[in-house]
Nanobody, 123 residues
Framework: QVQLVESGGGLVQAGGSLRLSCAASGSIFSINAMGWYRQAPGEQRELVARVTSGGTTNYADSVKGRFTISRDNAKNTVYLQMNSLKPEDTAVYYC?????????????????WGQGTQVTVSS
């Protein structure tokens, strides 16, 4: 079993900062890309930022220059530093990871999601 546990959401005023964390645990052989998505009420879930196992990153245009994604491979953890937050950043933020498990010699690759953490930015 694999779990992704997120933390760090909350309420912040516009212009403020928050740092999200997501730790993967369980029978993990390796992790490929890790990322953060968000979903606002009435909207589709969208990619916020993504980082590969090699450290290559990509960001949604709306967060470039304000958000920074990073990962600690030794801890199977991904972070999202969010600065200069805007009310339009308000959403539930979900962690995602492309994880490979190895069970009795066979590798299994699956996509995993965290439970989501609420980020609310007040104006």
């Amino acid at each position: 079993q694999v779990q992704l546990v997120e933390s760090g959401g909350g309420l912040v005023q516009a212009g403020g900062s928050l740092r999200l964390s997501c730790a993967a645990s369980g029978s993990i052989f390796s992790i490929n890309a890790m990322g953060w998505y968000r979903q606002a009420p009435g909207e589709q879930r969208e990619l916020v930022a993504r980082v590969t196992s090699g450290g290559t990153t990509n960001y949604a245009d709306s967060v470039k220059g304000r958000f920074t994604i990073s990962r600690d491979n030794a801890k199977n953890t991904v972070y999202l530093q969010m600065n200069s937050l805007k009310p339009e950043d308000t959403a539930v933020y979900y962690c995602n990871a492309d994880i490979i498990r190895k069970i009795t010699g066979t590798k299994y690759r699956d996509d995993y999601w965290g439970q989501g953490t609420q980020v609310t930015v007040s104006s």
